[in-house]
C-alpha cells in the first residue's frame, strides 16, 4: 500500500483532478486567478449589499417595519456567511480578497438609499433593487470562464439561491 503524502501536500503520482490534462500549467493558473478576480468582483457587491440591508434596517419606519427589519436581520445574517464564503474561494484561487470601506465605496456599482427614515416600501424597493443587481452579477459568474472552478460554483450557486428566497420572502412580507 502507497504512502499518503502529508496533509496538504499534493501527490506527484496523481494529477490535480480539478484541472485537466490538456491544460497548461500556466493557463490553468491564469484561469484560477481570473476566476478569483471575479469572485472579488461579487464579494464588493455581496459586502454593499449588506451595507445596504443594514441602512434599511436601521431606518425602515411606518407599518410594516417590525416584520421587515426582522426579515434585513436575517438576510444580513445570511449575507455575511456567503461573504466568508467567497472571500475563502477567492483566497484559495490566488486573488487577494478585498473588503475595505474605499475599496467597496470605489468599485461597486450598487445604489445607494438616502438618509434618514425610509418608507417600508422604498426599503424593500431599494433591497431588492440590490438583490438583482447582485443576483445579475452571481449569474454572469456562472455563465463565463470561472464556472469552471466547482468549488466557486457551488459558492456562487448557494448565494444565488440565498438572494432568491430572500427576495421571495421580502416581497412577501412587504405584500
Known amino acids: 500500500m502507497a504512502a499518503r503524502p502529508p496533509a496538504g501536500k499534493a501527490n ?3 494529477p490535480n483532478p480539478a484541472r485537466p490534462a490538456s491544460l497548461p500549467t500556466s493557463l490553468y493558473a491564469a484561469a484560477q486567478l ?3 478576480e471575479r469572485l472579488q468582483d461579487l ?11 443594514d441602512h434599511a434596517h436601521w431606518n425602515v419606519r411606518g407599518p410594516g417595519s417590525h416584520p421587515l427589519q426582522r426579515q434585513f436581520d436575517s438576510l444580513s445574517v445570511a449575507l455575511a456567511g456567503q461573504r466568508a464564503l467567497l472571500a475563502r474561494r477567492a483566497a484559495e484561487l490566488g486573488a487577494a480578497p478585498d473588503g475595505r470601506t474605499g ?11 438616502r438618509e434618514g427614515p425610509l418608507r417600508a416600501a422604498d426599503a424593500v424597493a431599494a433591497v431588492v433593487d440590490g438583490l438583482d443587481e ?9 455563465s463565463g470562464p ?12 448557494g448565494l444565488t439561491r440565498l438572494i432568491e428566497r430572500h427576495r421571495g420572502m421580502l416581497q412577501r412580507v412587504a405584500a
Open 43 to 53: 464579494l464588493l457587491a455581496t459586502i454593499d449589499l449588506g451595507l445596504v440591508v
Open 103 to 113: 475599496t467597496v465605496a470605489a468599485d461597486s456599482s450598487l445604489p445607494g438609499l
Open 34 to 36: 481570473y476566476t478569483g
Open 146 to 157: 470561472g464556472a469552471s472552478d466547482p468549488e466557486a460554483r457551488y459558492v456562487v450557486t
Open 12 to 14: 506527484p503520482a496523481r
Open 134 to 142: 447582485v443576483a445579475d452579477l452571481a449569474r454572469e459568474q456562472l
